[in-house]
């Protein structure tokens, strides 16, 4: 299955929550321009922005723009988090997660936090961490010794990342 999502009512619904919450295992959800709410994805399903990341954005009003409770999930194509969130997305599994192609220049602490993954590492190979020298993080990076992109924790699989901002970020 494929759902739309458009803030302006105008395709199958109105959030992305909404998709999730109707959403079978495998759906891939397909999301127009706008700005949505933050979300929490409970079933393995394809989350992706229809028009990039300078475009599309998930805020995190409550502390995180995406939390992701099971495996299989790919995330693809957004600006994820918000001044006011600490962290972009929040994973508990690992184990086939792909967060791709999305920017975390707004994230006020953390870009991936993926420190309870026990089964696997999350993906998330060409991001932009708000720095051309990649995200902060701990022991495993050795690319980036200023500490300026968005951080990650441990479990995350972070090379190659965008050097420049995907699309307008």
Do not use: C, H, M
């Not at 397909?30 to 399903?45: C, M, S």
């Not at 990039?52 to 957004?78: K, L, P, R």
């Not at 994230?107 to 590492?121: H, K, L, Q, R, Y």
């Amino acid at each position: 299955d494929t759902f739309v999502v458009d803030e302006n009512g105008e395709e199958d619904f109105e959030t992305i929550q909404g998709a999730i919450d109707t959403a079978d295992e495998d759906t891939t959800i397909v999301v127009a321009q706008g700005t949505y709410d933050q979300v929490t994805i409970d079933k393995e399903l394809t989350l992706v922005s229809r028009d990039g990341a300078g475009e599309t954005t998930i805020n995190g009003t409550d502390g995180t723009a995406v939390t992701i409770d099971v495996a299989n999930v790919t995330v693809d194509g957004f600006t994820l988090g918000s001044q006011s969130a600490d962290t972009g997305v929040d994973a508990d599994a690992g184990d086939g997660v792909v967060v791709t192609n999305n920017s975390f220049a707004n994230v006020a602490e953390t870009g991936i936090n993926a420190s309870d993954v026990s089964d696997g590492t999350v993906d998330a190979t060409s991001n932009w961490w708000n720095s051309t020298n990649g995200p902060s993080a701990g022991e495993e990076n050795t690319y980036n010794d200023g500490n300026q992109g968005a951080n990650v924790t441990d479990n995350v699989e972070f090379t190659p990342w965008l050097n420049a901002s995907t699309d307008n970020n």
